[in-house]
């Protein structure tokens, strides 16, 4: 199987503080990882696309600064929400792919966190 | 530009069949993906085209007309837990070939007995 994992589940945090989201390919070495976001009642938007030791690609529109994107490892990327508030509560959901982000590949979700700011 | 159309909600009754639609318009097309998506939980894969026609898997299948930017998703013999959002998902080719996918605003279907 291809299982991806992130942690915390859920995190509830006051405005202006930093939370850090991993996410994590257990069986498989993602070499290309996705990060989406996902407010009520709509569909998920990708943030930016992490490749494994280059920087990030970030969408049009999303704040590179204020989502920072790391992914030292084949196993691992983190994504910061930094200074957050509380237009930034929403479902933040990785993916991840063996490769990289060919046609070939399938991507493997995350089961999502949930970010509540105060 | 980018868009991906699919009915908002519908609604079917246990152990029948139901058509979920999914029209594109996308600057590049790599496949075509539907996903599963209970509140609250990730996405789940159900299945992906990338030829025009029919795929079948089981109680579902999924058809491709490239040449029409259509899609839909067949589900039979429905169960209640078949209650969730579809999400119809293109992948676009676009520049550095990165596999980005680009997901539709996703159907909410509700299974009544």
């Known amino acids: 199987g291809a299982v991806v994992s992130q942690h915390p589940s859920w995190v509830i945090c006051k405005s202006g503080t930093s939370v850090k989201i991993e996410c994590r390919s257990l069986?498989?070495?993602?070499?290309?990882m996705f990060w989406y976001r996902q407010f009520p009642k709509q569909s998920l938007m990708l943030m930016a696309t992490?490749?494994?030791?280059?920087?990030?690609?970030?969408e049009q529109g999303v704040e590179k600064d204020k989502f920072l994107i790391n992914h030292a490892s084949l196993t691992l990327s983190t994504l910061t929400v930094t200074s957050a508030h509380p237009e930034d509560s929403s479902f933040y959901i990785c993916?991840?792919?063996?490769?990289?982000?060919?046609?070939?590949?399938?991507?493997?979700f995350g089961p999502g966190t949930r970010l509540t700011v105060l | 530009g980018q868009n991906i159309d699919q009915p908002t909600e519908m609604t079917a009754t246990e152990g029948a069949i139901v058509q979920i639609n999914c029209t594109y318009q996308t600057s590049g097309f790599n496949g075509l993906f539907w996903y599963q998506q209970h509140a609250g939980e990730a996405p789940t894969f159900l299945s992906y085209?990338?030829?025009?026609g029919l795929e079948e898997k089981g109680r579902f299948s999924s058809f491709l007309s490239r040449s029409k930017g259509y899609s839909y998703l067949l589900l039979k013999e429905l169960q209640m837990k078949d209650s969730a959002s579809y999400l119809c998902?293109?992948?676009?080719?676009?520049?550095?070939?990165?596999?980005?996918?680009?997901f539709g605003q996703g159907t909410t279907l509700q299974v009544k007995p």
């Open positions: 085209n990338v030829l025009d």
């Open positions: 992490s490749n494994e030791g280059s920087k990030a690609t970030y």
């Open positions: 998902a293109v992948r676009d080719q676009g520049s550095g070939n990165t596999g980005k996918l680009i």
């Open positions: 993916s991840a792919t063996r490769g990289r982000g060919l046609s070939t590949d399938t991507q493997y």
């Open positions: 069986d498989f070495q993602a070499t290309t």
